[in-house]
């Protein structure tokens, strides 16, 4: 038996950025190849695409870590790494797609319809791509980016016309039954629909889909009984009708009451329920004790203003008049909805003094600079090759970040930290005084890095120690 499943949630990883390649052109009789090293491929992305043929979030109830693959790095000869294969998860039609604090991402409608939940990281660039007249043959290359990763939630709610709701065992499963082609479980005990059914109805020329929504209880929008779980798939419904139980054997149920509760646990739900357009139908009109109550209470319903259709799902009675009455509910509700216009496109250009970043000193003394080039560079940096360090210092002083620290106060020595808390990179700021080529010693160093620098000193004394340890380690080992 297959389990329905309305909401996961989903544990996702976009695949990482490919690094680019160092490498110069070797050959007899070409001294002066120049470098060929290619470029990263881009990590693959995530994508939630609609699927009319998926009905349920079983698949990734099973299965909630979902990982795309890692983009390969460059390689010698101008070869670029091969991108990471997107991964595309294919949903129910009315998937809502939420952050992990309720948030509203993406709500996935029409066949078709996607939404990129997690982006691949972008490749690095190889040292190919990095030359120029003033550094002819980079000693590095970029670092591939991280792919976003996170949580997010998936939640199914019924596309539907036409909700059908009441307590349980009031017919609504025997209705939708006959009304379509649907075939939902049907037994004479309370709760046995236990997924949401959908049908389709052809009344005249107007096609319609029915939802047999389970069924509700006094508490329901508060969690009891089914309760939250299938409230929710009332929502997108343009009409609902309470179909009530005429036959029940519970002493102190009719159906005026029960109407009054399902209303009362509709408006306590919210999500606008309460002004959707309704009708009654009363069921099990075949049973005399049935008609006798339909004719008993179909005055005092009449009188609250509501349509009411006295129907037997067996005896298949009324349900044609019950069937054109919801074609000219849905029809109304269809020419009432405003026409849907296509998406424009709206550029909003920079502000001429946005520098795309920002430089704050905290508390403690550290200046912190958040932006997403600076954060993004930070990340491509090989912070074991001081030419690339040195190349990350030479673009953040063309973007403009010294003369803001400067502004803000820093001086030499001062702390400077680049991203969030979580995984900045935290260095001693020296102020560049030149930048160029002529700065350049072998490749893969930076003469910039000769002068005293107190953070890299330390992790200088640091790796020495390390070294001094290893190396005593290997003198008294035993053969």
């Known amino acids: 038996m297959t389990t329905f499943v309305d909401r996961v949630e989903l544990h996702i990883a976009a695949g990482n950025g490919g690094h ?276 008993m209470v179909r005055p005092d319903l009449e009188e609250r203003g509501y349509r009411v259709f006295e129907v037997s799902a067996v005896a298949h009675t009324g349900l044609k008049e019950l069937s054109y009455a919801l074609a000219e509910l849905v029809a109304g509700a269809r020419a009432a909805k405003p026409k849907e216009e296509a998406t424009r496109i709206v550029i909003r250009p920079k502000a001429v003094d946005d520098t795309g970043f920002t430089v704050v000193r905290e508390e403690d003394g550290l200046y912190r600079v958040r932006g997403e080039k600076p954060e993004r560079w930070v990340r491509q940096t090989d912070f074991n090759n001081d030419e690339a360090v040195g190349y990350l210092a030479d673009r953040l002083e063309r973007l403009g970040v010294e003369a803001e620290l400067t502004k803000a106060g820093a001086r030499a020595g001062d702390g400077v930290a680049i991203g969030p808390e979580e995984n900045a990179v935290v260095f001693d700021w020296e102020p560049t005084v030149a930048s160029g080529a002529e700065m350049l010693g072998r490749r893969g160093e930076d003469h910039r890095f000769e002068a005293p620098r107190p953070a890299a000193q330390r992790r200088r004394d640091k790796q020495a120690e390390r070294d001094e340890a290893e190396q005593e380690f290997d003198e008294f080992k035993p053969f």
Do not use: M, W
Request: aromatic share 4%.
């Open 20 to 295: 680019g390649c160092a490498s110069v052109h070797r050959e007899k009789f070409k001294p002066l190849g120049g470098p060929d090293g290619g470029n990263g491929g881009r990590g693959g992305d995530i994508t939630l695409v609609v699927d009319q043929s998926v009905t349920t979030l079983l698949d990734y109830h099973h299965s909630p870590h979902r990982k795309a693959t890692n983009g390969k790095p460059g390689e010698g000869g101008h070869r670029s790494g091969k991108d990471g294969q997107d991964l595309v998860l294919p949903v129910p039609d009315g998937t809502v797609v939420l952050d992990k604090e309720g948030n509203v991402l993406a709500d996935l409608v029409g066949q078709g319809t996607s939404y990129v939940a997690a982006q691949g990281g972008r490749g690095g660039l190889g040292n190919a791509a990095l030359a120029s007249a003033r550094r002819k043959a980079p000693g590095f290359a970029l670092l591939g980016e991280p792919g976003q990763t996170g949580d997010i939630v998936l939640e199914l709610k019924t596309v539907a016309d036409v909700a059908l709701v009441g307590y349980p065992s009031a017919g609504k499963s025997s209705l939708i039954s006959v009304l379509s082609a649907a075939k939902p479980k049907i037994a004479d005990y309370p709760f046995t629909t236990l997924v949401p059914n959908l049908g389709v109805v052809t009344a005249g020329a107007t096609v319609y889909t029915i939802a047999d929504v389970p069924g509700l209880i006094p508490g329901a929008s508060q969690g009891k009984g089914l309760g939250l779980e299938f409230l929710r798939h009332v929502e997108r419904c343009s009409v609902l009708v309470h179909v009530l139980d005429t036959a029940t054997l519970e002493s102190e149920r009719d159906p005026l009451s029960d109407l009054d509760v399902i209303e009362a646990e509709l408006r306590e739900y919210g999500a606008g329920l309460e002004n959707r357009p309704r009708l009654v139908v009363l069921n099990k009109i075949d049973i005399p004790d049935g008609k006798d109550l339909a004719e």
